[in-house]
């Protein structure tokens, strides 16, 4: 109910910071799955490539 509080009385500086800090958290919880996303596609692509490499040479 904390937040619809903070609603009601958004003129307070105290919950108005609290909702800004809110949304900063969520932004930075989202962009931490994003970037753990990215990094394990690109690991995940290193490997591919790997295994590739690894499959050729041993075809010889």
Do not use: C, P, T, W
């Not at 799955?33 to 490539?49: G, N, P, Q, T």
């Amino acid at each position: 109910m904390g937040i619809l509080h903070a609603m009601m009385k958004f003129n307070d500086d105290a919950d108005y910071l609290f909702i800004l800090a809110q949304i900063g958290l969520f932004g930075l919880l989202v962009a931490f799955v994003v970037f753990l996303a990215i990094s394990d596609k690109r690991a995940s692509k290193r490997l591919d490539e790997e295994d590739e490499k690894i499959s050729s040479s041993g075809e010889d």
